[in-house]
């Protein structure tokens, strides 16, 4: 796999669009600070670990609906394997006017765009949440 973020994102996405309770998917520490943000901002309902058949270890995200419909409306992955994208603190897009949120990779670790900003550090724009 060249870019576990993407998969990630994308079955996250495949998941909320085909109505599902729950997500499994593989573990690694990037993955889960994702899924500590998205449960942090209200996107999914909760967060777990387990293991597979095999016995690796998985994340488990429980999705959140309401009324139906899925919390997340929308996932993008903004900084590519062929294209990163990098912004100083300044220069952090703002998602939705402020309704969605960019995840940031910082050398402080992962932050919302406005947790960024605040502590005036920039990085990889991983994804933008709405």
């Given at each position: 796999m060249n870019d576990p973020v993407?998969?990630?994102l994308t079955r996250l996405r495949n998941a909320t669009?085909?109505?599902k309770p729950e997500c499994v998917v593989p573990h690694s520490r990037l993955k889960a600070?994702?899924?500590d943000i998205l449960l942090k901002e209200g996107f999914v309902a909760g967060v777990s670990e387990g293991k597979d058949e095999r016995g690796h270890k998985t994340l488990v995200i429980?999705?959140?609906y309401v009324d139906g419909v899925s919390a997340?409306?929308?996932l993008t992955r903004v900084s590519k394997p062929g294209r990163r994208l990098y912004a100083s603190y300044n220069e952090i897009p703002r998602v939705l006017n402020g309704l969605?949120?960019?995840i940031v990779s910082t050398s402080k670790g992962?932050?919302?765009d406005r947790d960024a900003r605040r502590n005036?550090?920039?990085g990889e724009i991983l994804c933008n949440v709405w």
């Open positions: 993407a998969d990630f669009r085909a109505g600070g994702l899924a429980k999705l959140k997340i409306s929308g969605g949120i960019a992962l932050m919302k005036r550090v920039g």
